[in-house]
DNA sequence: CTAGTGATCCGCT
DNA sequence: GCGGATCACTAGA
């Protein structure tokens, strides 16, 4: 049994080693528990980001806002979209090199009712289906970047060991225009909380 | 089903 | 000024 002691220098959290290459963060948080004060669900979407590649917020330096991806892994990284969404990314690598996950989509499985009311919709389908709806299901903004995600208010939990790891597929991430080709996408195959489908 | 559009912030060219 | 790691809503095929 691994210790939950928080160590940022080892930064496992759920049994992920938030060190390690974005892509591969991304591949492994398929199936993981999302909470923020015990409101959350199952990873179902993710993309990797990472210096560099042109879509990725730090590609062209640090600079105020993207600053917590150059800091050390295992931290929540948080930013504003288009001027309304607030969305979530977790720091991978190491201080100095910028690289991160985004989460685009949960499956709702905790506190469903909470998540209705900040989302002012009924529809488990659509609380959490993709970066923005995370953001405003689970009560982000801009006080939580920087956050560990290693303590309250966030819980990782890994995916239960006694049952077979969620079916996993990959794909080009989607809304960005630069480094479009990469297949950096990532979704539990077929399940209905993705933001948008996977390409057959 | 797809296509188009407005909302609204902020760092960059 | 420009343009996003978006969403909700509308109109039309």
Partial sequence: MRTAKPNPHAPLVAGIDFSAPSPQVARQLIGVTLLIDGVGGRIVETEAYDVGEGACHAFAGRNERNATLFGPPGHAYVYRSYGIHWCINFVCREEGHAAGVLIRALEPTHQLDRMRERRGLDEARLL???????????????????????????????????????????GPRIGITKAAALPWRFGEKGSRFLSRRFAP
Wanted: overall charge positive.
């Fill in 128 to 170: 959490c289906a993709g970066p923005g709806r995370v953001g405003q299901a689970l009560g982000i903004d801009r006080s939580f970047d920087g956050m560990r995600l290693d303590a309250a208010p966030f819980s990782l939990l890994a995916p239960p060991r006694d049952r077979p790891p969620p079916a996993v597929v990959r």
